[in-house]
């Protein structure tokens, strides 16, 4: 039976029915793998935002213009050959880093307290380890909720 309110318990069936903990070593061990997952979220998301900075520095230091980016784009302006495997790196990182964070979002619905800890801890270390001197980097686009 799933739990549909927060428990704290080692027993947890954790996003596979194979993925179940019954002793305190694999609790344990689940609560780490969690918290490393979480982390991980946050330094692909560094990563992304560092891949991305130098298209955002390059457009922002032109010379403003009378076009919107979105026309800008669509006229054949903004999208250059010479960057598209940067756009395609960028785009296959941003799809790995959301299915990590569904993956995060659904073990935190297994409404167990430890998991729920150790994604949001791992979330704020991570955080703090790699993203903690985000003033540089300009955020404009930032679809998901869970950054």
């Known amino acids: 039976m799933m739990h549909m309110t927060f428990y704290w318990g080692r027993d947890v069936t954790l996003l596979f029915d194979s993925w179940k903990t019954k002793t305190w070593v694999e609790y344990s061990l689940t609560l780490l793998t969690c918290f490393l997952f979480s982390a991980f979220y946050q330094y692909l998301e560094d990563r992304r ?5 130098p298209q955002l520095s390059s457009s922002s230091s032109t010379a403003p213009t009378t076009t919107t980016p979105l026309l800008e ?3 054949g302006g903004g999208g250059g050959g ?5 756009k395609l790196l960028g785009a296959l990182m941003f799809g790995v880093n959301s299915a990590i964070g569904y993956m995060l979002m659904l073990a935190v619905m ?6 729920f800890v150790a994604v949001v801890v791992g979330l704020s270390a991570g955080y703090l380890a790699f993203r903690s001197n985000d003033r540089d980097v300009v955020v404009v686009d930032n679809p998901c909720a869970c950054a």
């Open 82 to 86: 010479a960057r598209s495997p940067v």
């Open 49 to 53: 935002l560092r891949l991305k900075q």
């Open 73 to 75: 784009s669509k006229l």
């Open 110 to 115: 297994s409404f167990n307290g430890g998991v």
